[in-house]
């Protein structure tokens, strides 16, 4: 019997971002080429005799009761199972909050993985994924990682090869995003054709190997309804390619930015500017790091 388990839940960017429809019942349609990164929030899972999951993180403005979604996924797993142990979780959050990068998906992905092995419910990663996407759109994905096709809500996933390694700056502005105005104010429908991204030709890029021809695609048809609320968004794409970035974009509905680096002292000076220079005040995290594509982290599980 497992009785403490240590996790990594790791944060996604868009490298494409296209939304189709919206449908009857609100959620969008949607195509977007899904990229797991290397920053993680870390998860400890504790056993405890006593009934009840308890939640413990070092945001106080997150939520520590069941609209965490670390509670979520526990007892989603716990109650299924009908689990008479409790639970402990200690979240620590790095990946930026309500910033475009999954990280409450990740986060509730990870405690569905954790769970199942703790408490040896013996659920394949499929039957995690049916649960998880209850949970939320993205959290099938985040169970899955690395480079992927979501479609549908999100949901319908398509692995495809790894990219082509490089270096990854992000920056999160200091400003919030509600998913929900980005959604409600980008009217899908009214988009002309030329304004939705090529997915089909950023997966032929994949496919290929060619990180030039996949950034050069680059499209995010979010960023517009985002960008005009908060032009800083706009200013740091335009400082990271100054900087020698092959591309840079909004991820998801925003605001974190990220660029990529084909030379890493570029992408190291662009890191030291972004924080410490000219947009110190105006971004609140910054991030150096790659993509994330090894599936298998011994002792770690996810
Ligand atoms: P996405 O890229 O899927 O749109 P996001 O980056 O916009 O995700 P999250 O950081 O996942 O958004 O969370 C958004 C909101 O969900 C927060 O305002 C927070 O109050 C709530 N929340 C609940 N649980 C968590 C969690 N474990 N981590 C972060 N936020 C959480």
Redesign the pocket.
């Given at each position: 019997m497992i009785h403490s388990l240590n996790l990594k839940a790791y944060g996604?960017i868009n490298l494409g971002l296209d939304v189709l429809r919206r449908r009857e019942d609100g959620y969008h349609e949607v195509r977007m080429i899904m990229q797991t990164v290397g920053i993680y929030?870390r998860i400890d899972l504790e056993q405890r005799e006593e009934p009840g999951i308890e939640v413990e993180?070092n945001l106080h403005?997150?939520?520590t009761n069941e609209?965490?979604?670390?509670y979520k996924a526990a007892h989603l797993l716990m109650e299924e199972f009908s689990i008479k142990k409790g639970l402990r979780i200690k979240?620590k959050?790095f990946?930026?909050?309500?910033?475009?990068?999954?990280?409450?998906?990740s986060?509730?992905a990870a405690v569905l993985f954790g769970v199942n092995k703790m408490f040896g419910l013996g659920l394949t990663l499929k039957e995690l994924m049916d649960r998880g996407v209850k949970i939320?759109a993205?959290v099938p994905y985040c169970l899955m990682r690395g480079t992927a096709l979501a479609e549908g809500i999100g949901e319908i996933l398509t692995p495809l090869p790894p990219m082509p390694q490089c270096k990854v700056l992000i920056a999160k502005p200091s400003v919030s995003?509600s998913?929900k105005y980005v959604y409600e104010n980008l009217h899908a429908d009214q988009l002309r054709k030329d304004q939705h991204p090529d997915i089909d030709g950023m997966i032929q890029g994949i496919r290929a190997g060619d990180l030039y021809a996949v950034a050069e695609k680059f499209g995010n048809v979010l960023e517009t309804v985002t960008q005009k609320q908060y032009p800083v968004i706009r200013e740091i794409k335009e400082k990271m390619k100054e900087m020698g970035a092959v591309n840079a974009m909004m991820?998801?509905?925003g605001p974190?930015v990220f660029g990529l680096f084909v030379n890493p002292a570029a992408a190291e000076a662009a890191y030291e500017e972004i924080r410490y220079g000219s947009f110190a005040d105006k971004v609140k995290q910054t991030y150096l790091t790659n993509f994330y594509n090894n599936k298998e982290v011994p002792g770690n599980g996810i």
């Open positions: 996604k929030d993180t403005y997150l939520p609209n965490n979604l670390v979240l959050k990946i930026p909050v309500a910033a475009g990068m999954a990280g409450g998906s986060d509730a939320g993205d995003v998913t991820s998801g509905s974190t």
